[in-house]
Structure formats: C-alpha cells, structure tokens
C-alpha cells in the first residue's frame, strides 16, 4: 500500500491511509510488503480501513513479510478496520495476520502500542489477529500494549486472537508479552474433516521449538486477556492458549467459552513442556491467572489420551498455583475431565486453586470436580464446589490419582465442597475426594462436604470417614473459616476468607473474581 520493499535503514514515521486494497500472492502488507533486514522505526502509522486478498503465504495488514536481522522499534500502529480473503481464503493462504503475516526475527526488536480496531480475517493455516507467524530466534524481544477486536478464521491450524504462532528458538529470554488483548467475538478453527485445531485467545500455538527444551521459561506473559469464545472442529484448544511451553503467564485472563474435541480446557489447551529439574521453578508456569468459560468437547468417540478441563485440558511438567476456573465442563466421550484441569502429567504442580464449575462426562471415566486425572501430580491447599458425574472414577476433588516412576502424586489438605458426585454405571467407583488410587499416591488431611451424596449405577453410597482416605474427613460448610485456618492454609497473603459470608468459599486475595 506504500511499499513494495524496505530494509534496515528505513524509517517510517506519521502516515496515515484512508483506505487500501492488495491482491496478491507472498509478502503482500497494506503498507510494506516486504522488510528484508530489519526496519529501525515504524511509528504513528494509521490504516483506516483495509480490504485485502490474499492467496498465498505472509501477508499482514501492515506488513507481509518481515525479517528482523537488525534492532527495530515498531510504535503506534493502528488498524482501525480489516477485512481479509472474506469469507473463502484461498488454499495456500497462511502465516497472516492483522499487522504482520510472518515475522523472523533475529534481533532486538520492540512492537507496542498497537491496534487492530475490528473486522475478520480469514486464511487457511497460521493466522492471528496481529500477527501470523513469529520466528522467535532472539532473546530481546518485546510486545507491549496491543490490543485486537478483529475476528479470526482459520481451517487448519495455530490460529490466535493476537498471535497465529510464536515459535521460539532461543534456550533463554527474555521474551514479554504485556498488556495485550483480545476482543474479538470469535477465534475459530473449523474444516470439514474436523483436523483443526490449535486455537487460542490470544495465541493458538506459543511454545518453544527447534532442539532440545528449556528447564526455565523463555517467555513471559503479563497482565494479558481475551474475551473471544474459541472454536474448533479438531483439538489443541484453550481460551488462552491453544498449546504451549516454555512460558510464564502471570496474571492472564480468558473469559470465553471454548468448544473442540480433545485436549481443551478454559485457559490453555495442551502443553509439551520437559521435565524439569526443579518442579518448583518449571519451564511452564501459569501463576495468578483465571479462565471463566464453560468448556464443551464435541468429540464422538472415546480416545486413549484425553483432557478436558475448566482451566487446562492436558498440563504436562507445569506449576498451576493461584488459579481459579469458575466455567462448567460438558464433556461426551472425553476421559479425564476435571473443573480445573482435565488431564497432569508427572509432575505438574497444582497449588492454592480452585473450581467452580459443574463437570458433566455423561461417556467417560476419571473426572474430578478439581482434576480429572492426576499422574505424579502433588495437589495442596486447593477446593472445588462443582457437582461431578461420570460413568466411574467419579469424585468431588480428583477422578484418578497416580503415583508414576516419574514423579509421586498427593492431595492434601483440600476441601471437596461440592454436594453430588455419581458414578452412572453399576457399580462404578464413586468418592467425595478421590476416585481412585494407584502407583502409592497418598492422601493427607482432606475433607469433604458433610452434604454430598454419592451414587453408583443409581444406588447410594456410603462415604467412610478417613481425612486420609477416599471420602475425606465430613465438614460442615458453615465452618468453613474456620476448618481452612486449622488446615493451615495461608489466610494473610493468599486466601481471602472474608468472601465465605457472601460466596460460601475463599476466593484469592492477589487473584480476584471482579
């Protein structure tokens, strides 16, 4: 729209198009087409309304293609209005996004202050609401203040409210991500042979890449938020995140529902994080964060690793501490279902948390109204108020729980306040706070709702007393304050028991509902 090409001596500063449209093929931008090394200043530029059809690979609304081999600052960018390869894009169509289609970069660069105002984009394959394909390959790199409310279409993969894909290729950070957000009505991944999948929020696909993975997060992502409901016909979806590693959130937001087959959950979807050295300090971390969405699965048969949950779908060598979900889980044929994470692989962490949502399995086994299956997976401090159904491994807290050769798992000191848990097959195993034990996972201090009930295959079941046992320690709710201080729970600077009197349960002092 103003340049075909610009290099590592270009400036830009203060302009503004009315209007503009682009048809074309690879490195079409509504204002650079292609930057081959490096671009020193974007700043002040403004699209006011941009109309573009696009068939091939990296094409942006700004730029299509950019390669940052040399320092470059990118400041006050706005895309007031954009509509792209509506409503059919074209097969080749990828690597898209509101202001950068694909972006390499190999050396210090900073984008902020930037807006996608509003409209649609659409492509086949890596496509985000600011940028499609990030090429993550040096350890300074900064996104700070964007915001996007254009809605995003993709068919096949990594498609995201800010970011497509941010594939990272460093071994340490730093790389921020601040202050950015979505509010855009819809984040879709849809085909017909339902294979799409990696959908997120704020980024459909943000993990680490090339040989050999990180023992310390690369990425950092703060203060961030989407509202956008996530779609998909495949897997690999979360409000947030769609999958990722290597990456710190600290206090992110996804408040919209999500709907796909397998691996989903309110917050992030998937993880392939290593196992780290020091669980305490994993490579991925999701501290202070919230998911708000009722997640739905559409899968329609059962398959051998699953993972639905209100806050994670399947959290592999993760830390989830101070985090909540408040949506419910509906799940068909998706084993491990959980209010809070669906499936934890050996050795996720999961620390001063919480579920509020009902979680429905009408198909499936191992779900928990906290988490639905546990592999080494030490659970402390955490609560759940949802009602559970399942055909078996059905509890108020955890479906399953499993000590592995690679890490142990415990639930301790937790509080099942739900009041119904049911195992719908006859005979199925039903609990107030674990289904089922394996692998010498062990249960220390927990208790339950002296109110739930519990059924199996129709037929009522009768808790036995045990704090360290199955069924927990009976409870009254109208101590609950009083119950979580013995317990030892940390009532000055994580738990806010004053909430008790108006909600019924602690909410968090540094993670609040509001």
Known sequence: GLLNQAGASTVVRNVSIDAVEVTGYQNQGGVIGLVSAGLSVLDGVTVLDGTFRFFDTACGGMIGRFNGSSPSTFTNL???????????????????GGLIGYSTLTAATSIGNAVVGGGSLYANNRLGGAFGTVEARS?????????????????????????????????AGPITVDNCHCTAATVSAINASGTAGVAGGIAGHLAVAGAGLPSVPVAFVRDCSTSAE???????CGGFVGRTSGTQYLRCRATGNVTCQRWLGGFHGNTDAPVPADPANPSLQFILCQARGNVTSTATAPTSTDGTGGFGGNSANALIDRCFATGAVNVNFESESGGLVGLCQTPTTIIDSYAIGSVIATNNSQVGALLGHGRGTPIARC????????????????????????????????????????????????????????????????????????????????????????DGQSMDPANLAATLVSLGWNTTTVWDLSSIATLGRPTLMSNPET
């Open 230 to 236: 996530v779609t998909s016909s495949g897997q690999e």
């Open 78 to 96: 706005t895309m007031s209005q954009i509509q792209s390869n509506q409503p059919n894009p074209a097969s080749g169509a990828a690597h898209h």
């Open 139 to 171: 350890n300074n790199l900064s996104f700070l203040n964007i915001s996007c409310g254009a809605d995003v279409f993709g068919r096949v993969a990594s498609m995201g409210g800010v970011f497509g894909a941010m594939q990272m290729f460093v071994a």
């Open 383 to 470: 609560y759940a108020t949802g009602n559970v159904q399942g055909t078996t491994q059905v509890a108020g807290l955890v479906g399953h729980l499993e000590t592995t050769a690679a890490g142990a798992a415990s639930l301790s000191v937790s509080v099942a306040l739900g009041t119904s848990a049911v195992a719908s097959s006859a005979g199925g195993v039903v609990h107030r706070v674990c289904g089922t034990l394996t692998g010498g996972a062990t249960l220390n201090q927990n208790l339950a709702n002296q109110a739930m009930t519990l059924l199996s295959g129709g037929s009522p079941v009768i808790p036995e007393e045990d704090p360290n046992g199955l």
